[in-house]
């Protein structure tokens, strides 16, 4: 039962433009979640996160939204830039009493020239 | 250490064997996790510690799998009589102990199982 999902495997965007990276979610109880960022041969590294009480948060150029009705975020990177090229994994935790933080299966993200 | 270290970084070892995987945490964090990613899959939680205990051992795939961690510091994750399927990279996560908290991974050890 795949609680967190990242229905888009990769995406390509031009430097510049703006990227935007979904990722849906099925458990109510979820109520703080995050973005990590992995490169290649590396641990993932966070990027920035939203508690269940905001629908926004920014971070230079980055930006996540939450719709909780929906049990939607996405992450709006703009302007995209190469350096951004990395798998983008989606994270959710409840407060449940237990620290479990569940992971999506991740979008590849290529930023061109 | 300056951040989560883990080693081996990469094993390679015949069907059947067992291994031992290492995770040396961040000094003070208190909440230890590994998770697993197989080829195109996404990161698969499988056990955390909250000092040295292991409050949801839920999301290890099969009894061949153990952890441990002592001292509050340094887990191992052992895998028994290895398959092929059990091939991914496994990453340890540690984080000072708040569910908030951000969660610093290791670079991985990579297992293939021939």
């Known amino acids: 039962d795949q609680q967190v999902k990242q229905n888009s495997p990769s995406l390509s965007v031009q430097e510049g433009r703006i990227s935007i990276l979904n990722c849906d979610y099925t458990?109510?109880?979820?109520?703080?979640f995050l973005w990590y960022k992995k490169y290649p041969a590396e641990g993932p590294t966070f990027l920035i996160s939203i508690s269940s009480i905001k629908d926004k948060n920014e971070d230079g150029r980055f930006t996540v939204f939450l719709n909780k009705s929906a049990k939607h975020l996405s992450l709006h990177i703009v302007p995209s830039q190469p350096g951004d090229s990395a798998v983008y994994f989606c994270?959710?935790?409840?407060?449940?009493?237990?620290?479990?933080?569940?992971f999506g299966t991740g979008t590849r993200l290529q930023v061109f020239p | 250490g300056a951040g989560v270290s883990q080693s081996p970084s990469n094993k390679v070892t015949e069907k059947g064997k067992d291994v031992e995987l290492r995770c040396d945490p961040i000094s003070g964090h208190t909440a230890l996790y590994w998770y697993r990613q197989s080829l195109g899959q996404g990161l698969e939680f499988l056990i955390y510690?909250?000092?040295?205990?292991?409050?949801?051992k839920s999301g290890l795939p099969s009894d061949r799998f153990s952890a441990e961690r002592t001292g509050g510091s340094v887990s191992t994750l052992t895998i028994q009589r290895t398959q092929q399927e059990d091939s991914a990279v496994y990453l340890c996560a540690s984080r000072v102990g708040a569910r908030t908290g951000e969660l610093f991974f290791g670079e991985g050890s990579r297992l293939t199982v021939l």
């Open positions: 994270a959710a935790s409840a407060n449940d009493g237990t620290d479990k933080l569940i």
């Open positions: 510690f909250q000092g040295n205990s292991a409050p949801d």
């Open positions: 458990n109510s109880m979820f109520d703080y």
